[in-house]
């Protein structure tokens, strides 16, 4: 992981809209790293660098953009829910409401949650570790509402469920 953003970094000709776009646009390497991050190297998502590089994204990316506001957020802040070193953190649970914000600010949600319950993580994730498993019980606890449950699917994501 930290190669491939040491090569974004020290690219030349790089403009800051394409590096933009292989972040968080086509390529998705923001999520791709935060999701490497939650299920091999957690530590990184808690070190200056992953912090430096959300803002740049947040920083750079146009007011209205299709990738809406904060775009570096929703991944970011779910997976450091997820791999939080001392279970699930208070203060980083409390940040997933910035992302279930951004989701209702969205427009794409519908009024009511679109299905039932969440499959447990045992069952959705089951190479997980433990306690990524447990950080992820916590999260999708709190998903009551459409925006929750997008916070909820995300964190499914990140931590490596797959399509049925």
Do not use: K
Not at 44 to 54: G, T
Not at 103 to 125: I, K, N, R, T, Y
Not at 126 to 154: C, F, H, K, W, Y
């Amino acid at each position: 992981m930290q190669e491939q953003f040491d090569a974004l970094e020290t690219r030349r000709g790089a403009s800051s809209g394409r590096l933009l776009d292989r972040l968080v646009g086509r390529e998705g390497l923001w999520w791709r790293c935060c999701q490497e991050a939650v299920r091999e190297d957690p530590g990184w998502l808690f070190q200056e660098q992953a912090e430096r590089w959300r803002t740049w994204i947040n920083m750079n990316a146009p007011d209205g953009g299709p990738t809406g506001r904060d775009p570096a957020d929703p991944a970011y802040l779910v997976a450091r829910v997820l791999s939080c070193p001392y279970g699930p953190c208070p203060e980083h649970l409390g940040a997933l409401h910035r992302t279930a914000e951004a989701w209702d600010d969205s427009g794409l949600l519908p009024s009511l949650p679109p299905f039932g319950d969440f499959a447990p993580p045992a069952e959705a994730v089951p190479d997980a570790p433990e306690g990524v498993r447990s950080r992820l019980t916590s999260v999708l606890d709190e998903a009551n509402g459409p925006a929750q449950i997008m916070v909820g699917l995300t964190a499914l994501l990140l931590a490596g469920a797959e399509r049925r």
